[in-house]
């Protein structure tokens, strides 16, 4: 593999990592693992880890997915990988 | 107009669209037949996929059963929706950019060995099958419960009209008619659902109703709902009793098998570039979350709806109870299917619902008078009998039984489809009859989709006693066999061969075989299936976790002691992993 192609591969596999853990912080997190302490404060009618249980982890996972796409479309373009270059 | 006459125009309507798409849409090549010709535009595949995605369980099971487990639902609604985030950043671009026709054809060429892409298929043939069946039984059961035909005339119908465009249109015709399947049954679910959240709280959008104060009594839903299951003994709507390593467990191998599933990885194949694979599943995701984020306020609802339908007044009250003979109509229609029920246990002409299996419970509801609960409420019927509930047109009734099939039949095609390929390109092009022509391969996919679908309908009418624990298996099996070898296929250029083969069949047989053995699936249960007796107190749908780290731990170590891929695996690894020179759209 030359430099570039490990460098842009690095990159990449730093980007999803990064995303991945926010990933798993707000479901199994906020949603299964701290549920218990996040319920005691409650916002607007919801218990706050019954909101990220049922209602905000998803919203989080469609968020990080478009983030992922606009870091990845940059990080194509920047080492010259794109398809249609 | 009565329900029956617009029940038939609204599914008789919905069909004719199908089949009008299958007709313009017929495939003629094989590029065609199993990925569309890798031309469909990534926000339309996005909506495929959603279709293809949202079963019957989604669409007419889900919203019940979390209406009965609160919390506990949250399983289904964050496992059946972060396997995307998986799906878009470790596999959807890389096999996209591989660029062939199946996932076991990745298999076999990254491990080249015809050994491993035969273990993949009889994976997804079977995990396909499984799912496959429950679907058929969807189509069957609403057309039965809604057209008042014969479970088998619901079926045949049924098999008919997805013979029609997936033996003809393939891939292609799918894609299209998934489009039409999704607008119709997103419009049946979120229709009823709008008018029940304006109705309880005055706020029209479910997402925030759910969140938002009760009509006519200032307080919170969730509060109210946490309240008046409890003082019927239930436990409290946003807590659970399942324990968190088992939560954890079958949250994870829901996402996990999502990302494994044939039918829904195979949908990133038809998109024209790797960038488009990866916006395609954030579209797919945005599409699904329109109906999962509403899913759980329906529940709510519907819990709170019944329960106040039920519990007219004080609980204990002599007169707080609903009184039979006075019952709401849609009380009255859903008894005749069965699917609910009333006992009149203490004799009192009232319908008491309450916890029975609650110890402690049991001296109140004594000094009540009270001798039982008397309702059962099959779950199924939440979603369905919600615009009667909420006294709604007959349309809408209509549009969502419209809806149900839509969620079912789109489902079974895509499924369907994975099937015939991996029965035409994989174990015949690829393994039997490897000098079969262009055309024979297409016409050997077109009979493989019509025997599965035979075959499917079959299962659907008489199904084995597994199909109610699909669930488990399908997800078990997709998280613990074909997710770790695609997985570390991209991500590792040490694994090799004899890992990958090594590595599905350890987390194969292990995860097949706890499920078996607890819910005796083929052969008698072997140990009770009970808390005490779970692995780790994993119950068998979360088993799958355990079984894909074997997966992975035993690939790495049989990796270790064996050969390293050969040099040109490892270039078609390195080249996989970039976007750029990906084979553009076939034709279109």
């Known amino acids: ?85 | 107009m009565d329900l029956t006459t617009l029940t038939y125009i609204a599914v008789g309507l919905s069909f004719a669209l199908y089949i009008g798409i299958a007709i313009w849409a017929k495939a003629s090549t094989t590029g065609e037949f199993y990925v569309a010709g890798k031309g469909v535009n990534p926000v339309v595949n996005g909506m495929a996929t959603a279709a293809d995605w949202m079963s019957a369980a989604s669409f007419i099971s889900m919203a019940g059963l979390i209406a009965f487990l609160g919390y506990g639902g949250s399983v289904y609604l964050m496992g059946w929706t972060g396997g995307y985030c998986l799906l878009a950043m470790l596999l959807a671009p890389y096999l996209r950019k591989y660029g062939k026709f199946t996932v076991p054809e990745f298999i076999g060429d990254r491990y080249y060995s015809r050994t491993a892409r035969i273990v993949a298929v009889i994976c997804l043939i079977f995990i396909s099958f499984t799912y496959v069946a429950g679907q058929m039984r969807g189509v069957g059961i609403v057309f039965s419960r809604f057209l008042e035909v014969e479970l088998l005339t619901g079926l045949i119908v049924g098999m008919g009209i997805v013979f029609i465009y997936a033996v003809l249109g393939g891939m292609k015709g799918i894609t299209y008619t998934q489009v039409a399947q999704y607008c119709v049954l997103i419009i049946a679910y979120t229709i009823p659902a709008i008018f029940i959240a304006f109705q309880l709280t005055g706020n029209p959008l479910p997402q925030l109703a759910f969140g938002s104060t009760v009509n006519g009594t200032g307080e919170y839903m969730l509060d109210r709902l946490n309240q008046v299951v409890t003082e019927l003994g239930f436990l409290e709507y946003t807590t659970t009793n399942k324990s968190t390593i088992d939560i954890f467990a079958i949250t994870l191998a829901l996402m996990v098998g999502t990302a494994g599933l044939p039918h829904v990885i195979v949908r990133f194949f038809t998109v024209p570039k790797v960038r488009d694979a990866r916006s395609s599943a954030g579209w797919a995701l945005v599409f699904i979350a329109l109906l999962y984020t509403t899913a759980p306020a329906v529940g709510a609802m519907a819990r709170l709806n019944l329960t106040d339908t039920i519990q007219t007044g004080e609980v204990g009250a002599e007169d707080g109870n609903l009184v039979y003979e006075e019952r709401p109509d849609w009380m009255k229609r859903w008894e005749a299917t069965g699917l609910l029920k009333f006992e009149d246990k203490n004799g009192d002409g009232r319908i008491q619902y309450y916890n029975d299996a609650n110890a402690e419970f049991a001296t109140k509801a004594a000094e009540y008078g009270w001798a039982g609960n008397e309702l059962s409420v099959d779950r199924d019927i939440m979603v369905l009998a919600n615009p009667e509930i909420a006294q709604l047109p007959n349309w809408v009734i209509a549009l969502v039984a419209a809806g149900g099939i839509a969620a079912a039949l789109s489902t079974a095609a895509g499924l369907l489809l994975v099937i015939s390929s991996g029965v035409s390109h994989d174990l015949l092009k690829g393994t039997f009859t490897p000098n079969m022509t262009e055309g024979q391969e297409l016409m050997a996919g077109r009979v493989a989709a019509a025997v599965a679908i035979v075959i499917a309908g079959y299962l659907g009418y008489n199904p084995p006693g597994f199909v109610a624990q699909v669930v488990a298996f399908a997800f078990g099996l997709a998280a613990s066999s074909l997710f770790p070898v695609i997985i570390m296929g991209i991500f590792s250029k040490k694994v090799n061969r004899e890992g990958a083969i090594a590595g599905m069949l350890v987390g194969l047989i292990f995860t097949m075989g706890y499920i078996m053995s607890y819910k005796g699936i083929f052969i008698p249960v072997l140990i009770e299936n009970v808390e005490a007796n779970w692995l780790f107190g994993i119950s068998p749908e979360g088993i799958g976790v355990v079984g894909m780290l074997l997966n992975f731990i035993v690939a790495f170590a049989v990796s270790k002691v064996t050969a390293e891929p050969p040099e040109h695996i490892q270039h078609m690894i390195e080249d996989i992993r970039v976007p750029k020179g990906a084979g553009g759209a076939v034709d279109h």
């Open chain 1, 1 to 85: 593999m030359d430099e570039q192609s490990a460098a842009y591969w690095k990159r990449n596999v730093k980007l999803v990592s990064v995303l991945i853990a926010i990933w798993f912080i707000v479901s199994y997190g906020f949603g299964i693992l701290f549920v218990d302490a996040l319920n005691s404060i409650e916002i607007a009618g919801f218990q706050l880890g019954f909101w990220f249980a049922q209602q905000g982890s998803i919203y989080v996972f469609v968020a990080l997915i478009f983030v992922y796409v606009a870091k990845m479309n940059k990080l194509d373009r920047e080492f010259g990988v794109r398809e249609d270059d």
